[in-house]
């Protein structure tokens, strides 16, 4: 917490403050048990927040787990006298293993089968709850389910339970805000912002999805138990597909990827829950109303949206302070003198054992009857900037998505010093070191310039779920060392001084140049650049050729694909040439512009 | 005593297992097609947008419900209600696809999804405080006398609904295959860019497309009225299980949802027969889990290197 925490300090020790001292100032018992199902509803928001919030993915099917939770823990103290704590975590265990065998299918496809799913399942769920009778008691419930016991402190009152759910409430938030300013946090983010470009810069994006889903089932579940041993009694109108409704207008009310805005919204709309309890029909109509509502004007919820709203009609006042966003102060000390990989003396040393680092042998690639790439056999010398080049859909970018493993080929091999790589994901083929930019710049537009670059550097790094959600130490020396890389590939790339903006403010050249500095942060063996000049001005591509040339002298292999001619035959060591899928040409940049075959492929006959 | 009873039961109506078995394709085709109508309106809807449409639970509810309140309240003849219903509910969509989604600030695909969540559940608690929590029916289009085939039924109202179900399909298909909307439609689904470029409206493709999704909801959801009877309740587990036929169809793909859905109506209804009626909706929801697990790309889905070829442009 010494390096991402220090901001949440203030804000959690107010919220400990508060928690403390609201039951000593008010004694009402009602706002008590209404302050109750708030921090059990916050429980099941901020974890569905992680998964809505974080991964962009949308589940129906909340309370559906959070009746797991109550039914499970209600069912096995009452009829199979469990003891209770250990109930509650076999209830989290089963929940979580459901919500695997669930996420797993419908997270496997780009697209929003989870909403269905989830939905579906917890469909199921309640019939299931209603007809089975003999084990949940039906329609009319579950009674008799014993209080919470810690030692001999009997957990059976509105005020015990406060500071019970609360302590757990606070818990839940703390360990969220340390997963979100970790690893694993920038991960999802980067999900949101690009699956694909998230994948290629080393995410595992399914299972890091399917993982947050595990997780907020998780949360949820808890929270359903403690919500059967505080009421003591389970009926399935508690675990209706509207309440999965309201936790998911909770979260979007609170903002999606604000925590501390889960708790706002659980809490708004809890009460507003217990106001409108007694109209079943209002309830519904208001929930959904309010749904759409903050949806349509207010994406990011309702209290940035406000303050979103403020800013707009106050332009004056960021007038007086216009590098508030965008050159900041380093923000934290980057000890510059530690030797990180990034330092390290060009890597042509380590690499020299192999002469060819990149081998691509007959590969063929069709899409439909159109062949693609038509066994292509190419050969990469390490340390060498090769331009791939040739006339629109000759099969270029194809190649590309077949090193960087994007595309399967149909046949052939794809050679990493002598590794065949073809069957990989393109996860795993970046933490192997290739890493690529994109033809059409896919930036994480949702995080800083800094955090884009910290993404790059996954791969290396290995704090997974556990650490970072307790903050471990390892975790905090980790984030600290992916800073300075971070840092250090920004300065490579002439963006330190952006490092705190949002990376969707940076002008397009600049964004091109923040790509190649996440690419490289994990000092590949291969890069692959897709087009690194298209649509820059003059300077911005005798810049861009500088810094190609400046990463070939770290001792980084460069491929390239590209069109403008000046760039390719002024920095590339070897040109080849496409066309129609086929390599016709193949030398240095001289004979290449020589070469008969060529000026028929670009000019014709 | 249970067995006692299906032998009384089987006695009285001299049931072979062939004529039950019958019995269960003829009622499993007519939901069948019920489902194929919901599925082609999924997929209009994601063709154009990308977005899992969750409006379309609230199609099918009201095209059942409008039609009812029409004919029963409005005592307008059968067959008026009926059409007037389907277009009301056409309009509905298009007014969903071409006002609220478009005014929305974001146009993230994800705060689309939530914001047809929030529609379906608004009209839905309306349809509540209106018609109340307690199923009505519509009369059936014409007459109950039903037909005997060996030992089965078919009621007028089955061969009603496979009779629309064949005429809204080939229209469908003449209209995307022959017409100049049609064709625009189509190509607005594949490339939107592309679209634009060569002069489609994509934002009326859009709302065409919505209007399409609220069509097809209420058709679905009237012809079917007669025989299961409509609640403000009725769309969430059809419209959840014309998504399971889309996808066992092969998510987007129009004809993929006409199999997909004649076979899920199938499925559930022997499955329904055979096992009990009780956990019917839990045989649409399997099947889902199923085909997501095994085959995401559904019957007739489009081929895996494709869909990976769309997200990378």
Request: proline share 4%; glycine share 10%; hydrophobic share 50%.
């Amino acid at each position: 917490m010494v390096l991402f925490g220090k901001k949440d300090y203030l804000p959690l020790s107010i919220f400990a403050g508060i928690i403390i001292f609201f039951p000593i100032v008010t004694r009402n018992p009602y706002y008590i048990s209404v302050l109750n199902l708030v921090g059990l509803n916050a429980l099941v928001v901020v974890g569905l927040n992680l998964l809505i919030g974080y991964a962009g993915q949308i589940s129906l099917g909340h309370a559906a787990f959070y009746a797991m939770g109550a039914y499970l823990s209600g069912i096995l103290t009452t009829k199979f006298g469990f003891p209770s704590w250990p109930t509650i975590a076999l209830a989290m265990l089963i929940t979580g293993s459901v919500a695997y065998m669930i996420g797993v299918p419908s997270l496997k496809l780009k697209g929003h089968y989870l909403v269905m799913a989830t939905l579906g399942f917890s469909l199921i769920v309640y019939v299931f709850l209603g007809q089975l009778v003999w084990l949940t008691g039906g329609p009319s419930g579950l009674g008799g389910i014993p209080s919470l016991k810690l030692l001999d402190f009997d957990f059976n009152s509105d005020f015990r339970m406060y500071y019970l759910i609360w302590f757990f409430c606070f818990l839940a938030i703390l360990c969220s805000l340390n997963l979100v300013r970790n690893r694993v946090g920038r991960a999802l983010r980067a999900i949101h912002g690009s699956e694909i470009a998230a994948n290629a810069s080393g995410v595992d994006t399914k299972r890091y999805k399917v993982k947050v889903f595990v997780l907020s089932a998780v949360f949820a579940s808890f929270a359903g138990s403690l919500y059967a041993h505080y009421i003591n009694f389970v009926s399935p109108d508690s675990f209706t597909f509207i309440y999965s409704v309201q936790v998911v207008t909770m979260v979007i009310v609170g903002g999606m990827g604000s925590i501390w805005g889960s708790l706002f919204g659980a809490s708004i709309l809890t009460i507003l829950n217990q106001l409108l309890h007694a109209v079943k029909e209002y309830n519904i109509i208001s929930f959904g109303a309010i749904l759409v509502f903050v949806l349509m004007f207010f994406p990011e919820g309702i209290v940035f949206g406000l303050a979103n709203l403020y800013k707009k009609h106050k332009k004056f006042f960021y007038q007086l302070k216009p590098s508030l966003q965008t050159n900041p102060p380093l923000a934290i000390a980057i000890n510059l003198n530690r030797r990180t990989p990034f330092a390290d003396p060009p890597l042509c040393l380590r690499q020299s054992n192999y002469k060819t680092i990149l081998k691509l042998h007959k590969l063929q690639k069709s899409f439909g009857g159109l062949m693609a790439v038509n066994d292509v056999s190419l050969d990469f010398k390490n340390g060498d900037i090769s331009a791939i080049i040739g006339p629109n859909g000759a099969g270029k970018t194809t190649i590309l998505n077949i090193i960087s493993g994007i595309y399967k080929p149909n046949s052939g091999k794809v050679y990493l010093q002598e590794h065949d790589i073809s069957s990989f994901k393109p996860f795993l083929i970046a933490k192997l070191g290739i890493t690529r930019t994109f033809q059409n710049v896919k930036i994480f537009k949702n995080m800083t310039v800094l955090e884009n670059v910290m993404v790059g550097f996954h791969p290396k790094t290995n704090s997974e779920f556990i650490s970072c959600l307790l903050n471990l130490p390892k975790v905090e020396r980790e984030g600290k060392f992916v800073l300075e890389v971070a840092y250090k590939a920004l300065e490579f790339t002439d963006l330190a001084n952006k490092r705190n903006a949002m990376s969707s403010s940076l002008p397009y050249g600049e964004q091109k140049r923040l790509e190649i500095a996440r690419a490289l942060a994990i000092d590949p063996k291969v890069i692959l650049l897709d087009e690194p000049a298209a649509g820059l001005n003059a300077i911005e591509t005798e810049e861009i050729s500088r810094l190609i040339v400046k990463i070939r002298d770290r001792g980084v292999s460069v491929i390239l694909v590209e069109h403008n001619m000046d760039v390719v035959m002024g920095i590339a060591d070897k040109v080849i040439v496409l066309n129609y899928g086929e390599k016709i040409a193949e030398g240095n940049p001289k004979d290449i512009q020589e070469d008969n075959r060529v000026i028929k492929a670009y000019l014709g006959e | 005593m249970l067995s006692s009873q299906r032998f009384q039961c089987e006695k009285e109506f001299e049931l072979t297992l062939f004529d039950l078995i019958l019995q269960f394709v003829i009622s499993g085709l007519s939901v069948g097609s019920t489902y194929a109508l919901i599925a082609i309106g999924f997929n209009a809807v994601y063709n154009a947008t990308g977005v899992v449409n969750f409006a379309q639970c609230i199609f099918i509810m009201l095209g059942g419900m409008l039609g009812i309140t029409f004919h029963s309240f409005l005592k307008l003849p059968l067959m008026v209600s009926v059409l007037l219903s389907v277009m009301s509910v056409t309009f509905i969509g298009a007014l969903i696809g071409r006002g609220i989604l478009r005014i929305s600030k974001s146009q993230q695909v994800v705060i689309l999804i939530f914001i047809t969540i929030g529609i379906s559940v608004s009209v839905e608690g309306i349809a509540l405080l209106l018609w109340g929590p307690f199923p009505i029916a519509l009369p059936s289009f014409s007459g109950e006398n039903p037909l005997f085939i060996s030992g089965a039924v078919i009621s007028p109202q089955n061969l009603w609904i496979y009779g629309v179900t064949f005429v809204v399909v080939v229209s469908l298909y003449y209209f995307f295959k022959r017409t100049i909307v049609g064709k625009a439609m189509r190509a607005a689904a594949v490339n939107r860019k592309g679209a634009y470029l060569v002069g489609i409206n994509v934002e009326r493709m859009v709302m065409l497309s919505f209007a399409l999704s609220g069509g097809l909801g209420a058709v679905a959801g009237v012809i079917i009225a007669p025989i299961t009877t409509s609640s403000y309740d009725v769309g969430t587990i059809v419209g959840l299980k014309g998504f399971a036929a889309a996808i066992l169809g092969g998510y987007g793909n129009m004809f993929g949802a006409v199999i997909g859905g004649l076979l899920l109506g199938l499925l559930e209804s022997i499955g329904a027969g055979l096992i009990s009626s009780t956990y019917k909706n839990v045989i649409a929801f399997f099947i889902l889990l199923i085909i997501l697990f095994f085959k995401p790309t559904g019957i007739l889905g489009r081929r895996e290197a494709e869909t990976v070829y769309e997200e990378t442009i």
